[in-house]
């Protein structure tokens, strides 16, 4: 027997098959055993959910032998004839094809006859909103009074593209997406039939895939059928369907838990390297942290979470390094990306940038515990003698006597003049950005520029590793020093005194952290 795909031959034929849409069944099957049934029918949804299958069960209910009925008994010819395509008084018209007014002229012509044997002549028209206006108008007239022997059903995947007059006039059925444990169900089925087994996850992954369209599903299964020898394996649905296996998100969560930035920019590297689109993974890892958000709220709402168990079970592990406020600013920082990278030439380094904020983000966004940590060690510097690893690494005082600039403070005012305006030529931007800073402190090899809090954003410029690391490089030319340099904004202050400039130490400890001062009052001080 020649093939035929699993969505043709998997048809639903009776009401009872229709998964999802139980709400139109009952409906329509109510509709007939109260004998309460309209002549226009409009069903509208994505497409693949039932709404063909819904209106040919339909129609097989009002025209079977024993019809009107809600059992419609699929053996007598009105339903053999409707189920295999050949029933004359089943009139299936394509709007997209046929959607000028000539052709809905045609049609008001033809409804006048009577059906050939059934009781009803039936009418579906799909993708009724592609009909020009001009047709919409001729069906109106139609619609208003049509004979008693015709039932039209429309099908649309775009109702808002249907005019509110064709609306209004007929019974509005709005198709729901399936769920996806209903889709597996279906799918394991058609499995038992060719005799192929599946793993679990692998199902839940083609199910998924499909957004709800039972057809979509169909097609992918379709296809691993093809492609799987014996057993559909999770790894084999992510390749066919080449979107990236669910792990990856995990090994992203993990980087970001873990402040290690090099893994998730390998990973984004391998991942942009397999032909990943820098979009499928912005959108992917917003879901994957709108799910962990869901997770960490509250037992109620979890079942939101569409994932196997295993993912959820991986994902619940994360939740001792994330708390819900976390989720929240990593998730406004990826919608953030989201919208920067779309149409951006520079997506991937956009992508990347915020790979750095997300791995560093417990700095930026809790400096509760990084203030805390500066405390600590400061006590412990001021106790006692340097840091153990600045021991190591920085030379002793007399190799550099000569390049220090430490408080030299007549000659800083000069000094900055000079760097200000070596930038002017250089870069404009930058000239501007430290021209803003408040302070700047020669120190021990490291000249820390202080920005106010209200100058944020020049800091965050100037602080950026490529810029920075440019402004220490042409300091150090112009100079002809070996400085390094700490930018700083501004902490707390005492008002009406002048901040006390940041202690070498402190200073130092930034440095070597990579971190910055935020006040407390900003994030609520908890
Ligand atoms: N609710 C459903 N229950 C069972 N199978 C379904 C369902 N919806 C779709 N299918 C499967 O998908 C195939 C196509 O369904 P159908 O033609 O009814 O979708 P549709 O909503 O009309 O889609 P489109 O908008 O693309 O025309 C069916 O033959 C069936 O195999
Ligand atoms: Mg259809
Ligand atoms: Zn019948």
Redesign the pocket.
Known sequence: MAYIVT??K???QVFE?????EHIANTLKNAILKERVGHAYIFS?P????????ARIFAKALNCKNGPTPTPCNECTFCTEITEGRSLDLVEIDGASNRRIDEIRQLRENIRFVPSAAKYKIYII?EVHMLTSEAFNALLKTLEEPPSHVIFMF?T?EINKVPQTIRSRCQQFV?KR?AIPEIVK?LKKVLRDVSMEAEEDALFWIAKSAVGA??DA?SVLDQMISYCEGTIKEEDVFYVLGIPSYDIYHEFARSIAGEDFSTAVSLLDKLLRDGMEVSTLVTGLIEYFRNLYILAADKETSNLVDLPEQDIDTMKSFLSSFTKKDINNILVLLSRTYLDTKNSGLARELLEITLIKLVRYKDIIQPVSLIKRLEELKQKITAGGQVADEKKNTPPPEDNEEKDVSNASEDNADMIKRIISHFSKKRRAIAEFLNRAKKYNFDNNLLTVTYEQNERLSYEHVNEDSTKKFIEKEINKLLQLDIRVNFVINNRKAPGKEDPPLSPEVSKVIDVFKGEIIPNNNYGGN
């Open positions: 969505a043709r998997y048809r639903p098959e229709l998964v999802g849409q949804g497409r693949g959910i039932g709404k063909t299958s819904a799909d099908a995947t198709f399936i279906m039972m057809r169909q």
